[in-house]
């Protein structure tokens, strides 16, 4: 497909079988022209097989190994970085994300939405299991920020959100842990005040395999991005600037 309207990318790890009825519910819930790029760590991955198996029924999909190094950032960097589609929607191998959104978040970019985040904790929105203690942390984040720092929605932590893909190639990724890029490209938008959306999901608990989020490891990460999110507006140059700064610290 050489124009799809979406490029979908999903961070794999060891999915094996479970990975085809979250790329069949994909495939049903899109009506938009659309690639799905999935992107696993290493040339083993039983998540692998399964995915060219299903691409042979389905050309649009893509099983490719990172070259930025393990992880679900690198991932997801990876993955943004070879995206064919002016809109880039990152969403999880576990199934938990209500795809059928999809559609209305690239809408929502095409007319000027830097971020369209998939908000558990809007109105109409919900999350459903998982744990207690990461999903308070998360809702307390995305609360605050949205009243206090004037993000422009209340689920900034939530790695299911559709991006400009010239945003986001602009601005650069620099988390280099986990899932923190949501919230990394979240707070970059707001300092440079651009426009973010948010639209209503239904997230569910995964219901075959286990999380491999890491909230310990990460939350250093998150709690930088958090605070980046206050303050004065920048300019592209600006951020540029602090980026480069972090990477020689």
Not at 38 to 44: M, N, Q, T
Not at 81 to 103: E, F, L, P
Request: charged residues 25%; contains cysteine.
């Amino acid at each position: 497909m050489n124009n799809p309207r979406v490029s979908i990318v999903i961070p794999a790890y060891q999915e094996g079988e479970a990975i085809t009825p979250v790329l069949e519910r994909i495939d049903d819930g899109l009506t938009l022209s659309h690639e799905i790029l999935i992107v696993v760590d290493f040339d083993e991955d039983s998540t692998i097989p399964v995915v060219e198996e299903y691409a042979k029924t389905h050309p649009w999909v893509r099983v490719v190994v990172g070259e930025y190094g393990r992880g679900p950032a690198n991932a997801i960097r990876f993955g943004i970085d070879n995206a064919r589609a002016a809109t880039a929607v990152v969403t999880m191998a576990d199934g938990s994300d209500d795809v059928r959104i999809i559609d209305d978040m690239v809408r929502l970019s095409e007319r000027g939405c830097v971020v369209v985040a998939a908000s558990r904790y809007m109105p109409g929105g919900r999350q459903i299991g998982g744990p207690k203690i990461k999903g308070l942390m998360s809702r307390a984040a995305g609360r605050s920020l949205h009243a206090f720092a004037g993000v422009g929605t209340r689920d900034a932590t939530n790695s299911f959100k559709a991006y400009s893909t010239d945003f986001v190639r602009q601005v650069g990724i620099e988390s280099r842990a986990g899932f923190e890029i949501g919230l990394e490209l979240t707070a970059k938008a707001r300092r440079l005040r651009l426009p973010i959306a948010e639209l209503p999901t239904i997230w569910l608990d995964r219901d075959l395999g286990e999380s491999n989020f890491q909230l310990r490891e990460w939350l250093p990460q998150y709690l930088y991005w958090y605070r980046f999110a206050y303050g004065r507006a920048l300019t592209p140059a600006q951020i540029s600037d602090l980026s480069t700064a972090n990477e020689g610290t």
